[in-house]
Nanobody, 122 residues
Framework: QVQLVESGGGLVQAGGSLRLSCAAS????????MAWFRQAPGKEREFVAA????????YYADSVKGRFTISGDNAKNTVYLQMSSLKPEDTAVYYC???????????????WGQGTQVTVSS
């Protein structure tokens, strides 16, 4: 079994920054891609960003492009999400997900973390 553990969430004022981390542990798992999703109360889980392990190619939702940066440290089995210029509408529980292939539909993730709350005050 693979465990994904997110950290780094919290309360921040609009315009501020946070960095989320997602550490993978457990049995050897060579992920094809890692992704971040978020889910606000009453809304569906939505894609935020993804990184392809082999090429380090990155992909972003339009709503976060230019403000968020996803990166990975393969040696540490950790993926990061640097969030800047945060807005109240970024408030959500943020989840990381691991894909063995075919990123990044919600239903196709192989593993999910437990989530970390990000709250942006106006």
């Amino acid at each position: 079994q693979v465990q994904l553990v997110e950290s780094g969430g919290g309360l921040v004022q609009a315009g501020g920054s946070l960095r989320l981390s997602c550490a993978a542990s457990g049995r050897t798992f060579s992920s094809y891609a890692m992704a971040w999703f978020r889910q606000a109360p009453g809304k569906e889980r939505e894609f935020v960003a993804a990184i392809i392990r082999s090429s380090s190619s990155t992909y972003y939702a339009d709503s976060v492009k230019g403000r968020f940066t996803i990166s990975g440290d393969n040696a540490k089995n950790t993926v990061y999400l640097q969030m800047s210029s945060l807005k109240p509408e970024d408030t959500a529980v943020y989840y990381c997900a691991a894909y063995s292939n075919s990123c990044c539909e919600v239903g196709r993730a192989d593993y999910w973390g437990q989530g970390t709350q990000v709250t942006v005050s106006s």
